[in-house]
C-alpha cells in the first residue's frame, strides 16, 4: 500500500476526498439518540375489565394467560401485575428471539385464552415494547372555558390521528380524563320510591336502544336503504326510554335518572401545574431517534393548534431531547477540544508546525469516516459512539504520530527525504498494523457479551476500531503523501551539523532516563517482583473499595416522586395531598419548580395500555413529575432529603419514594422503579407479608437506604357482600341479576352490558352504561337498601345478603407459579453496589426463609451484577485474545507476557484516579480501563519490539533494553500525553452529560499514566529477565531456515547471510 500511495499521490487525495464526501452526507443523516438500542425482547398482553377485584383479575384472566404462554417458545419468564379492573402480563424472551415469529404466537394464545374469559371482556391489547421506548415529553392541552371531557375528546379525535404522520412516534391515548359516554346517573332514591331495581333500568336500556343493520327494498327501478331508529339519535332521547309500566302509568328513564353525555366513572386524573389537565405521553419507537422525533413533532404543532379551538392551548413540555441534543453538542465540544490539544502536545514534542498539522488533518478525516461506518453498521449518534470518537481522537495520534516520529529519526540518520520517509514508513508499518490488531481485540469480548453490556459497548466499540482503521490507513497512505510535500530536507544540514551539534533538551532528559533505567537493571528481579506484589495488591484493595454503580448519578434538575396515602384513600383526597407535596417541593428547591405533572389513582379501562407509561394501583397512588428552573443548581440527593423530612413533618400518613426521572435512568432501570428492589415470593400471601414486614424493618436500619416499603397495597379496605343463595330462591331471585344491580349500583354496566350510541356527527360510536352517581352511596345503609324486585319494595339487598368490612391485597403479583411483593428502597449517598452488599447481608441476617419463600434481588442490582460480570468476562478474554496474538506474531510467549505486563498498572492506574476523584466503577469507567489496556500493550509493543531487534543485532540484552527504551522514549511519551490531553475536557466533566462520561475519561488518564511508567521503566527490567538467557535460533521447523536448530547445511557448504537480518523473518 505505501508503494502504491507514493506512486499515485492523487489518487489517494481523491479517495480521501470522496471519502470525506460521503461520510458528511452520513453525518447530516444518522439518528441522533442519547443511547444505543437496547433491544430488549419483552412483549406486554393488557386486559381491562372494570370494576373486578385484584383476586378476580388474577384468577380469570392472569393465571389463565400465563397457561396459554407457555406453549410459546424462548420465554425466560412470565410475570403478570393484577389491580383492581386490570392485569398486566409482561412476556421477557430470550436474547435474540425472532420478535416478530413471537409477537405472532402471542396474538394466537391470546385468541385461544380468550374462550376461558368471562363475558364482557374485551379482547387484550398485545404491546411490543421496548426498554427504549419511554416517554420523551408530554404534549399538555390545557383550557381555562373548556371541561376536560371538551379537552380529551378534541385531543382523541383531532390530535391523535396527527401522530401517524410523525416518523418513529407511536399513538398513545390522551392521559387526564375518562372515555367519553352516555351516562344514565340512576338516582337511588327515585329508583327504591318507584320500586325500580338498577338491573331493571339496564334491562330496559338494551331492549330499547339496540344496533341493528340496515337492510334494502327494491321499489320499482329504485332501491331503498331501509334505516331504523333502533339507535337513539340524541343523548336526550334516552330519557324517553319506558322502564316500566302498571297499565295506568309509564315510569320513564327521565324520571329516575339524570342522563348526560359525560365520561365514565372517575378512575384518575392528570394535574399539571396544579390544575387538572390532559396530556398524550410523546413516545418514540426503539428505532427512532429521539433527536429527529421531537424535531418533527414541534414542527407539527402550528399544525395541531389549527385544529383546536382558539381556547385551548397545546405545549410540549419535559422535552428530554433537549438533554440529548445538549449532551451531543457538549462531547463534540469536548472531542474538538481534546482534537487541540492532542495537536498542541505533537507540536511541543516535535518542535515542527508541518508534522504537527500532518499529525491532526488524519483526526477529522478518520473521525467523520467512522462515522460513515457507523452509519452503514446501523448505529446512531450517542453517547456512548461519541465517547467512542472522544477516546479515538487520543488513539488516533498514535498512529500518525509514530508514523512522522519514526520519518524524523530518519531524516536525522542524514537519509533524503524521500529515502528516509519511504524507509521509515515501512519500519513501522507492521508494528503499527500489531498495535490496531491489539486495540481492536481488546473490543471483541462486545460481540459475544449480552444484553445492557453488549448494547451499551458495541457501539463505542464500533466507533473506535472504523475510526482507528481508517488512522492505519491513512498513516501508510495520506501521511507519507504530505511528509514529502510539507517536511523540509535535513540530511544536508545533519551532516554539516553533526559534529557540533548540542543536545537538546529532550535529548538531555533521554539520557536521564537512561541513567535511571541502568541503575534499575541492576536489581531488575527484585524490581520485578515488588512491581506486581505492588499492583495485584493495590488492585484489590482499590476493587473493595471502590463503588460500583451501573452510570455516574446525575443532577438533571428533574424527579419522579411516587405518593401514596394510606391503602383505600379516596381519590380527592389523594388529590389534596399532591397539593400539598407540591408545596413542599416548591419550597424546599427555594421556589424554583418550574413545572410539575401529576397523574392519580389509576389509568381508566378503555386506555389500559397507558399502563406502561403510568403504573398505579389504586386511588391512593400518584406519581409526580417536577421540573425546577434550569437556573437552579443543587445537589439533588440533598433536595430529595429535605423533601422527605418535611414529608413526615407535615404529611405523617403519606409515603413517598423516588423514581427514575430522565431519560438515562429510565433507560438504565430495565422497568425498575428504585435502584434495590427485593423480591419475596411464594404460595401463602401471610407467609410472604410477614417475611416481607421483617426486611422492610431490617433494611430502615441501613444508614444510606431510604424510601424503604413494600410496593404493593396489602391492606386495601373491602365490603364483603355475601349473598344468601338459598334466601333468593326463596325470594324467586337469582345471584345473576342481584349481581348486575350491585354492579350498576358500585360501578357501572359498561362490562356487564354493553350499549351504545352513535354520535352522527363526529362519526363514533360512544359506551352508554348505567350507574349510581359515584358520591350517591355515602354509606353502608345506602348500600344495603338497593332494590331487587321491579315494582315491590321488599326485597333490598339487605334481606338476601350479609356484610362485612375486611382488608385484601389491592394489587396481586405474579411470576411464574408464585405469588411475590416487592420491597423496594432508594440510596442516599452511595452506590448501587454497596447498598446491594448491605442489602444481600440483612437477608442474610434474617436467617433461613420459610419453606416455600424465594427471596430475589431485582431491580439495577441485578442488572449490575449482570454488568460488571459481563464487562470483567470480556476484559479477561480481552487479554487472552491480546496474548494469543503477540504470540502469534512474536512466536514467543514470553515475549507476549512482557508486554502484558503492564496491564495490571493499567488497573491501578485507572481505580486510583476514579477513588481520588470520587467516582465509581460503573459502565463508562470500565470501558475506560479496556480502553488503557489496549493503548498500554500499543506502548509496551513499541519498545520490546525495537528491544527485539536491537538483541539479534547487539548479541547483549541489557543494551538492546537500554536502548530501546531510550529510542522509543519519545514516541511513548508523545502519543501517552497527546492522549491524556485529549482526555482532559471529557475528564472535566462540565458539559450537560459531562457527569456520565467524565469517569471514562479519568479511567483512561489514571490507566495511561500508570501504564507508560510501567511501560518506560518495567518492561525493560522484565525483558531483561526473561530474554537474558534466551537464544538467537529461530523458532522455525523447516530445515532451509538458517538460524533454526532444524537447519541443515547444504552439500556444497553455501554460507548463511548476517543473523541480525533474520529479526524480520521470526517477529514483524
Given at each position: 500500500m505505501l508503494?502504491?500511495?507514493?506512486?499515485?499521490?492523487?489518487?489517494?487525495?481523491?479517495?480521501?476526498?470522496?471519502?470525506?464526501?460521503?461520510?458528511?452526507?452520513?453525518?447530516?443523516?444518522?439518528?441522533?439518540?442519547?443511547?444505543?438500542?437496547?433491544?430488549?425482547?419483552?412483549?406486554?398482553?393488557?386486559?381491562?375489565?372494570?370494576?373486578?377485584?385484584?383476586?378476580?383479575?388474577?384468577?380469570?384472566?392472569?393465571?389463565?394467560?400465563?397457561d396459554q404462554f407457555l406453549y410459546i417458545g424462548g420465554i425466560k419468564e412470565i410475570s403478570s401485575r393484577s389491580v383492581q379492573g386490570l392485569t398486566v402480563v409482561k412476556l421477557a424472551f430470550y436474547e435474540g428471539s425472532d420478535m416478530a415469529q413471537a409477537s405472532a404466537e402471542v396474538a394466537i394464545q391470546v385468541n385461544r385464552a380468550m374462550k376461558f374469559f368471562p363475558p364482557g371482556a374485551l379482547p387484550p391489547q398485545v404491546v411490543r415494547y421496548d426498554a427504549s421506548s419511554v416517554p420523551i415529553g408530554d404534549l399538555v392541552f390545557s383550557s381555562k372555558t373548556r371541561s376536560l371531557k371538551e379537552i380529551h375528546e378534541l385531543a382523541v379525535t383531532r390530535i391523535r390521528p396527527l401522530f401517524s404522520t410523525v416518523p418513529g412516534l407511536t399513538a398513545p391515548p390522551p392521559i387526564g380524563t375518562n372515555a367519553r359516554t352516555v351516562v344514565i346517573n340512576l338516582n337511588p332514591q327515585k329508583a327504591r320510591s318507584l320500586n325500580i331495581s338498577p338491573d331493571q333500568v339496564v334491562e330496559a336500556l338494551a331492549a330499547n336502544n339496540a344496533m341493528t343493520p340496515s337492510g334494502n327494498i327494491r321499489v320499482g327501478n329504485t332501491s331503498y336503504i331501509t334505516t331504523l331508529n333502533s339507535l337513539e339519535e340524541q343523548v336526550a332521547d334516552f330519557g324517553q326510554i319506558p322502564v316500566s309500566t302498571d297499565g295506568h302509568r309509564t315510569v320513564f328513564l327521565k324520571d329516575l335518572a339524570n342522563i348526560q353525555d359525560g365520561s365514565d366513572v372517575t378512575a384518575g386524573y392528570a394535574i399539571v401545574n396544579g390544575s387538572r389537565s390532559s396530556y398524550i405521553p410523546v413516545v418514540k419507537t426503539a428505532d427512532a431517534s429521539t433527536?429527529?422525533?421531537?424535531?418533527?413533532?414541534?414542527?407539527?404543532?402550528?399544525?395541531?393548534?389549527?385544529?383546536?379551538?382558539?381556547?385551548?392551548?397545546?405545549?410540549?413540555?419535559?422535552?428530554?431531547?433537549?438533554?440529548?441534543?445538549?449532551?451531543?453538542?457538549?462531547?463534540?465540544?469536548?472531542?474538538?477540544?481534546?482534537?487541540?490539544?492532542?495537536?498542541?502536545?505533537?507540536?511541543?514534542?516535535?518542535?515542527?508546525?508541518?508534522?504537527?498539522?500532518?499529525?491532526?488533518?488524519?483526526?477529522?478525516?478518520?473521525?467523520?469516516?467512522?462515522?460513515?461506518?457507523?452509519?452503514?453498521?446501523?448505529?446512531?449518534i450517542n453517547i456512548m459512539t461519541l465517547s467512542g470518537l472522544a477516546l479515538a481522537i487520543g488513539v488516533l495520534v498514535d498512529q500518525a504520530t509514530v508514523t512522522i516520529e519514526n520519518i524524523h529519526q530518519h531524516l536525522e540518520m542524514g537519509k533524503p527525504k524521500k529515502q528516509a520517509i519511504y524507509d521509515a514508513c515501512q519500519e513501522v508499518a507492521l508494528p503499527l498494523l500489531l498495535i490496531l490488531l491489539c486495540i481492536i481485540a481488546v473490543f471483541a469480548p462486545s460481540f459475544i457479551m449480552s444484553g445492557v453490556p453488549r448494547a451499551m459497548f458495541l457501539p463505542l466499540s464500533l466507533s473506535i476500531g472504523f475510526a482507528m482503521t481508517v488512522s492505519y490507513l491513512l498513516a501508510q497512505s495520506l501521511v507519507p503523501i504530505l511528509a514529502n510535500w510539507m517536511l523540509k530536507d535535513h540530511s544536508e544540514a545533519a551532516h554539516a551539523g553533526s559534529s557540533n551539534k548540542k543536545p537538546s533538551f529532550f535529548d538531555r532528559i533521554r539520557e536521564s532516563f537512561m541513567g535511571q533505567n541502568r541503575k534499575l537493571l541492576r536489581s531488575n528481579r527484585l524490581i520485578v517482583i515488588v512491581y506486581f506484589l505492588a499492583v495485584f495488591a493495590l488492585a484489590a484493595a482499590g476493587f473493595m473499595l471502590i463503588g460500583k454503580d451501573m452510570l455516574p448519578q446525575l443532577n438533571s434538575g428533574q424527579m419522579v416522586i411516587r405518593l401514596k396515602t394510606p391503602d383505600g384513600t379516596r381519590l380527592e383526597r389523594t388529590e389534596e395531598k399532591v397539593s400539598e407535596l407540591m408545596s413542599i417541593v416548591d419550597q424546599a428547591s427555594d421556589g424554583n419548580l418550574a413545572i410539575s405533572s401529576a397523574y392519580v389513582g389509576v389509568v381508566p379501562t378503555n386506555y389500559a395500555t397507558t399502563n406502561l407509561y403510568v403504573s398505579t394501583s389504586g386511588s391512593n397512588d400518584a406519581v409526580i413529575k417536577v421540573g425546577l428552573n434550569g437556573a437552579y443548581h443543587t445537589n439533588m440527593q440533598d433536595l430529595k432529603e429535605r423533601i422527605r423530612d418535611a414529608v413526615k413533618e407535615q404529611m405523617p400518613d403519606a409515603t413517598l419514594s423516588f423514581e427514575p426521572a430522565d431519560l438515562t435512568e429510565k433507560l438504565m432501570s430495565g422497568g425498575a422503579f428504585t435502584p434495590i428492589e427485593v423480591q419475596v415470593a411464594g404460595r401463602d400471601m401471610k407467609q410472604i407479608e410477614t417475611y416481607a414486614n421483617k426486611l422492610v424493618n431490617?433494611?430502615?436500619?441501613?444508614?444510606?437506604?431510604?424510601?424503604?416499603?413494600?410496593?404493593?397495597?396489602?391492606?386495601?379496605?373491602v365490603i364483603n357482600i355475601k349473598l344468601d343463595r338459598q334466601k333468593l330462591a326463596a325470594m324467586g331471585l337469582n345471584l345473576q341479576k342481584t349481581a348486575r344491580s350491585i354492579t350498576a349500583s358500585t360501578s357501572s354496566s359498561r362490562f356487564t352490558e354493553k350499549n351504545q350510541w352513535l354520535d352522527a356527527k363526529a362519526a363514533y360510536t360512544y359506551q352508554v352504561q348505567v350507574q349510581i352517581p359515584e358520591f350517591a352511596m355515602r354509606n353502608l345503609s345506602q348500600l344495603q337498601e338497593i332494590p331487587l324486585v321491579s315494582g315491590q319494595a321488599r326485597p333490598v339487598l339487605a334481606d338476601v345478603a350479609t356484610f362485612s368490612i375486611d382488608t385484601l391485597p389491592g394489587e396481586y403479583a405474579r411470576i411464574g407459579p408464585r405469588r411475590f411483593v416487592t420491597v423496594s428502597a432508594n440510596l442516599h449517598h452511595t452506590d448501587l453496589g454497596t447498598a446491594t452488599t448491605e442489602v444481600e447481608n440483612v437477608i442474610a441476617g434474617l436467617g433461613e426463609a420459610p419453606k416455600g419463600l424465594v427471596t430475589q434481588v431485582k431491580g439495577m442490582s441485578s442488572l449490575l451484577t449482570e454488568t460488571l460480570n459481563s464487562l470483567q468476562l470480556g476484559l479477561g478474554i480481552a487479554i487472552v485474545v491480546i496474548f494469543l496474538l503477540l504470540a502469534a506474531n512474536y512466536q514467543s510467549l514470553k515475549l507476549s507476557l512482557v508486554i502484558l505486563s503492564t496491564v495490571p498498572a493499567v488497573i491501578v492506574g485507572s481505580i486510583a484516579i476514579l477513588l481520588l476523584t470520587g467516582s465509581t466503577l460503573n459502565l463508562q469507567s470500565y470501558m475506560g480501563?479496556?480502553?488503557?489496556?489496549?493503548?498500554?500493550?500499543?506502548?509496551?509493543?513499541?519498545?520490546?519490539?525495537?528491544?527485539?531487534?536491537?538483541?539479534w543485532e547487539y548479541r547483549d540484552v541489557r543494551r538492546a533494553a537500554l536502548d530501546s527504551a531510550g529510542l522509543r522514549l519519545r514516541p511513548v511519551l508523545m502519543t501517552s500525553f497527546a492522549m491524556i490531553a485529549g482526555m482532559?475536557?471529557?475528564?472535566?466533566?462540565t458539559g450537560e452529560a459531562g457527569e456520565q462520561v467524565a469517569p471514562l475519561g479519568r479511567a483512561v488518564i489514571g490507566g495511561l499514566i500508570a501504564s507508560t511508567l510501567a511501560a518506560l521503566y518495567i518492561v525493560p527490567q522484565i525483558y531483561v529477565w526473561l530474554q537474558g538467557k534466551t537464544n538467537f535460533e529461530d523458532p522455525s521447523l523447516l530445515p532451509d531456515e538458517v538460524n533454526s536448530s532444524q537447519f541443515i547445511v547444504s552439500p556444497n557448504g553455501s554460507s548463511h547471510s548476517d543473523q541480525s537480518s533474520t529479526y524480520e523473518k521470526h517477529t514483524l
Open positions: 508503494s502504491t500511495s507514493l506512486k499515485r499521490p492523487i489518487s489517494i487525495l481523491v479517495l480521501v476526498a470522496g471519502l470525506i464526501v460521503f461520510s458528511v452526507m452520513s453525518a447530516t443523516r444518522i439518528p441522533i439518540d442519547i443511547f444505543p438500542r437496547l433491544n430488549s425482547p419483552v412483549i406486554y398482553v393488557i386486559e381491562p375489565y372494570g370494576g373486578m377485584s385484584p383476586a378476580q383479575m388474577e384468577g380469570f384472566f392472569a393465571t389463565r394467560m400465563q433527536w429527529d422525533v421531537v424535531t418533527a413533532l414541534k414542527a407539527k404543532l402550528p399544525e395541531m393548534r389549527s385544529l383546536l379551538p382558539d381556547d385551548i392551548e397545546v405545549n410540549y413540555e419535559f422535552d428530554q431531547s433537549i438533554f440529548v441534543i445538549n449532551a451531543v453538542k457538549s462531547l463534540l465540544f469536548e472531542g474538538g477540544l481534546g482534537a487541540i490539544l492532542t495537536g498542541l502536545m505533537v507540536l511541543l514534542f516535535l518542535g515542527d508546525w508541518r508534522s504537527s498539522v500532518i499529525v491532526i488533518v488524519t483526526i477529522p478525516v478518520s473521525i467523520i469516516a467512522a462515522v460513515l461506518f457507523l452509519s452503514l453498521a446501523g448505529q446512531t431490617g433494611l430502615s436500619q441501613v444508614d444510606n437506604l431510604r424510601d424503604v416499603r413494600i410496593v404493593q397495597p396489602l391492606k386495601f379496605p480501563i479496556i480502553m488503557s489496556t489496549g493503548i498500554s500493550v500499543a506502548n509496551a509493543i513499541l519498545i520490546v519490539t525495537n528491544a527485539e531487534r536491537l538483541r482532559v475536557p471529557m475528564a472535566l466533566g
